[in-house]
C-alpha cells in the first residue's frame, strides 16, 4: 500500500463520518482510499463550499467530517472556511496534498504551514512511510481531544512511499471536566447572593441544557443563549431567546437588569453582550477553552454540564428573576416593532420571516448567512431546539449560508433544510446550488433581495456614493431554475402561497425563494453593532 492510501484508510478506521471536497492530483488516490474505505464522500463545486459544508456537518452531527483539497491553489480556495471553522473550535480535519520539500519552484507551492497557522487551525504533517499512522492519529487526535481545526498535510513526495498498514488505535472523546471545587462554592455564592440572575449558554453548553434548566428552575434564573446556541431552551417558558444584537426589545431589556449574568460555554462577545452594556451587574463564566471577551468577576474551568450539577447541590430555592410581574411581561410576547414596511411590489422582511414561520414544518434546520437581513430569520423562524440552527459567523463572512444549509441538511436529514442567505451571499455561493440539485435536497433557500449588499447601503447611507454596492436585479428565480431548482417570486404575503404548494408536493430538488423586501433603513441590530 502507498501512504496515500494507508492515511486515507487509517482517516477511515478512525472514524471519520463524512467527506467532502474538490479533487485533483494532489489529493485523488487519498480521496478514494476514504471512499474505499466507507467513507461517504460528496464532491462539490468549489473548496470554499466543502470546507464550510463539513464544518455545518461535524456542528449538527456531533461527528468529525472531513475536507479533501489539492495542494496551494486548493487550500487557498478554502481559507475563507477554514478560518470560521477554527475561530469556532470546529473539530474537524482537512486532508490535503503539500508540495515536496525538494520542488523549490513548484507552481503550488506555498508555505502551507505558515498559512495555516495564520487561520487559526492546527497544521499537522504526514512526515515519511514509517509515521503515516501515527502522525494521521496524531492530527485526528488534535481535532478530537482539543476541539481544534486540523490541517494534515501530506506530501506528494510522501503520498508515493510505500508502506505497511499497521494497527489503528481508537481515539475517544474526553471525559468531561469536572470544575474545581472552590470554583463551584464562589459561583454558588454568587448564585445565592443574587435577586435577578439570567443564564446565558453558548456552543459550550449543547448537550447540557437538561442541567442548566434545573439549576435555572432552582434558583430563578431567566435562560437565554448566544445565537450559536439558538433553540437550547426554545420550549422553557422563561426563556428569552437569544441574547445580543438579535435579542428581543423584551429580552434585552430583562438581561440588563439582571444582577448577575452566568455564561455557560459562551465566549460573551460583543455580539453576544451588545458590546457589554447587557452586563450591568456581577458576571461569571464557565468553559472549558480561552476566557471570555468582556470582563468577568468570577471564572470557572469546567464544562457547563457538570458545573451546573455540582453548583445545583449548594444553592437555596428561590423566586429569583421568575416573578408574577416578569411572567405577564413574556407572556405578553417580544416587544417587536410591528409597523408594516410592506408595499405592492416589496414584502417587509419581518412579515416575510413570520409568515415562512408559520408555513414551514417546525421540523426544521435553519442556516443563516451574513449580511444587513440576517437579524430576521435569526429572530423569527423558530427552531425545535439546539441542533434546529447552524450559526457559522465567526468570521462574519457572507457567502457561507448555502454552504452551511447542504453540510447541516446532510448531518440531519430527519429535517427541512432552510438557507436564510441575501442576494449578494446566494450569488457568491451560487456554484454549490448545483450540488444540491444533484444530491436532491428538498431544501429552501430564502433569498432576502434588496440588490445590492444591504449592510453597506445602511452604514453609509445615501449621502455616500453607494453604485459600487448596488445592482440591478439578476433574475434570481430564473437562475435558480436553470440550476434544476423549484423556485417562487414573492413579492406580497399572498405570494408565500406558492411555497406552502411547495411543501406538499414531491419535495424532490431544493425550492428557492426569491422575495424582494422591503427597505427597512437599517436593521436593528447593525444599529446596535456600528451605532
Known amino acids: 500500500m502507498r501512504v496515500a492510501g494507508l492515511v486515507g484508510q487509517t482517516l477511515a478506521r478512525l472514524g471519520v463520518a463524512q467527506a467532502f471536497g474538490v479533487v485533483g492530483s494532489g489529493n485523488f488516490e487519498m480521496t478514494n482510499a476514504l471512499r474505499a474505505h466507507g467513507v461517504p464522500f460528496v464532491a462539490t463545486r468549489h473548496e470554499a463550499g466543502a470546507v464550510t459544508m463539513a464544518d455545518a456537518y461535524s456542528r449538527m452531527s456531533g461527528r468529525i467530517a472531513l475536507v479533501s483539497v489539492h495542494q496551494g491553489c486548493g487550500l487557498t480556495n478554502a481559507m475563507t472556511g477554514i478560518a470560521e471553522a477554527a475561530k469556532s473550535r470546529t473539530p474537524m480535519i482537512v486532508l490535503t496534498g503539500d508540495t515536496p520539500s525538494s520542488a523549490t519552484f513548484a507552481n503550488f507551492r506555498i508555505d502551507q504551514h505558515a498559512a495555516v497557522t495564520a487561520l487559526g487551525a492546527t497544521p499537522e504533517r504526514v512526515h515519511s512511510a514509517e509515521t503515516a499512522v501515527a502522525d494521521t492519529v496524531r492530527a485526528y487526535r488534535t481535532a478530537v481531544h482539543e476541539r481544534r481545526t486540523v490541517v494534515l498535510n501530506v506530501p506528494l513526495d510522501v503520498q508515493s512511499m510505500e508502506a505497511e498498514p499497521s494497527t489503528v488505535p481508537s481515539v475517544r472523546p474526553l471525559l468531561p471536566i469536572r470544575p474545581n471545587h472552590k470554583a463551584v462554592e464562589d459561583l454558588a455564592a454568587l448564585i445565592n447572593a443574587s435577586t435577578r440572575p439570567v443564564f446565558i449558554a453558548g456552543r459550550g453548553a449543547r448537550g447540557a441544557a437538561k442541567e442548566i434548566r434545573e439549576l435555572a428552575a432552582k434558583t430563578g434564573a431567566l435562560l437565554a443563549t448566544s445565537a450559536v446556541a439558538h433553540g437550547l431552551f426554545h420550549d422553557d417558558p422563561w426563556s428569552?431567546?437569544?441574547?445580543?444584537?438579535?435579542?428581543?426589545?423584551?429580552?434585552?431589556?430583562?438581561?440588563?437588569g439582571a444582577d448577575l449574568v452566568v455564561g455557560w460555554g459562551c465566549a460573551f462577545t460583543k455580539w453576544t453582550t451588545r458590546r457589554g452594556k447587557l452586563l450591568t451587574g456581577k458576571v461569571a463564566h464557565v468553559d472549558i477553552g480561552g476566557q471570555a471577551h468582556q470582563p468577568v468577576d468570577l471564572a470557572v474551568y469546567g464544562d457547563?454540564?457538570?458545573?451546573a450539577k455540582d453548583v445545583a447541590g449548594l444553592v437555596t430555592v428561590r423566586t429569583g428573576y421568575r416573578t408574577p410581574d416578569v411572567e405577564a411581561r413574556l407572556a405578553a410576547g417580544p416587544g417587536w416593532p410591528v409597523p408594516d414596511l410592506s408595499t405592492g411590489t416589496h414584502i417587509d422582511p419581518r412579515e416575510l420571516s413570520a409568515r415562512l414561520d408559520g408555513i414551514l414544518p417546525r421540523q426544521r434546520i435553519v442556516a443563516v448567512d451574513s449580511g444587513n437581513f440576517m437579524g430576521y430569520p435569526s429572530a423569527y423562524l423558530s427552531?425545535?431546539?439546539e441542533s434546529g440552527f447552524c450559526f457559522t459567523q465567526a468570521f462574519q463572512s457572507i457567502g457561507l449560508g448555502l454552504f452551511t444549509a447542504i453540510g447541516a441538511a446532510l448531518a440531519r436529514p430527519d429535517r427541512l433544510p432552510v438557507a436564510a442567505v441575501g442576494d449578494g451571499g446566494f450569488l457568491m455561493g451560487i456554484a454549490e446550488l448545483e450540488t444540491a440539485v444533484r444530491l436532491r435536497i428538498p431544501m429552501v433557500i430564502v433569498v432576502y433581495n434588496d440588490s445590492a449588499y444591504g449592510a453597506e447601503i445602511h452604514h453609509f447611507g445615501p449621502d455616500a456614493d453607494l453604485s459600487t454596492v448596488s445592482f440591478p436585479d439578476p433574475g434570481i428565480a430564473e437562475m435558480a431554475r436553470g440550476f434544476g431548482c423549484a423556485a417562487v417570486t414573492v413579492r406580497t404575503a399572498d405570494d408565500l402561497a406558492d411555497?406552502?404548494?411547495w411543501l406538499t408536493a414531491g419535495r424532490d430538488r431544493p425550492l428557492v425563494v426569491d422575495a424582494r423586501i422591503a427597505s427597512d433603513g437599517g436593521s436593528w441590530w447593525l444599529h446596535e453593532a456600528f451605532g
Open 304 to 307: 457547563a454540564g457538570e458545573t
Open 240 to 256: 428569552l431567546g437569544i441574547s445580543g444584537g438579535f435579542s428581543s426589545p423584551l429580552a434585552a431589556g430583562l438581561i440588563s
Open 383 to 385: 427552531v425545535p431546539d
Open 499 to 501: 411555497v406552502s404548494a
